[in-house]
């Protein structure tokens, strides 16, 4: 039996339930230095204007656990990229493409009018799915990740949804 479709089919991306949060809480340590615990992401997902959306495979008979998350949060017509993460076997398959364009999608539909988000410069592959999704850089933040790749700089990008 082919089961081509399965691992081809782009990830479904809904709210982050109470019981991914662990799982969330794993991700974002294995893609940061600085990781968020899951208590920290529960007191984060309790607050107004926070949004904490989660990729999952896209088939019913693969696991529910989450492939990737991103965070956001929405103030006065204004959002923010607080985290994105996506687990290190998922990654390179479109997984955070999908998480952040559903987001757009969101955040479109709620009249927001633009998101931001910081990005150390020295990351490659964050800075191409940015670009590819609409953001341009807006400032840069000299020195601001002390554990960076490159000099440090955070570069400050931002999108228009309207």
């Known amino acids: 039996m082919n ?5 081809t089919s782009p990830p479904v991306v809904e709210e982050a339930l109470d019981e991914d949060l662990p799982i969330l809480a794993e991700i974002h340590a294995q893609s940061f230095t600085h990781n968020w615990e899951a208590d920290e992401l529960a007191r984060l997902k309790g607050q ?4 904490i959306l989660t990729a999952r495979r896209a088939s019913p008979y693969g696991t529910r ?6 965070i956001i949060r929405t103030v006065a017509g ?4 607080l985290t994105i993460a996506v687990h290190p076997r998922s990654r390179g398959r479109g997984v955070g493409k999908k998480l ?8 479109y539909s709620d009249r927001c009018e633009s998101l931001f988000l910081e990005v150390d410069g020295a990351n490659e592959a964050a800075l ?5 999704l609409g953001f341009r850089q807006v400032g840069e933040r000299k020195g601001y990740y002390r554990d960076a ?5 955070a570069l400050v990008m931002k ?3 309207r």
Not at 78 to 81: G, K, P, Y
Not at 128 to 132: C, F, V
């Open 3 to 7: 089961f081509w479709w399965f691992w």
């Open 128 to 132: 191409l799915l940015y670009k590819s």
């Open 149 to 153: 790749k490159g000099d440090g700089t």
């Open 78 to 81: 204004e959002a923010e990229v």
């Open 100 to 107: 952040m364009q559903d987001a757009i999608f969101r955040l």
């Open 159 to 161: 999108v228009d949804l």
């Open 48 to 51: 107004d204007g926070i949004m």
């Open 65 to 70: 656990n989450p492939l990737g998350f991103l």
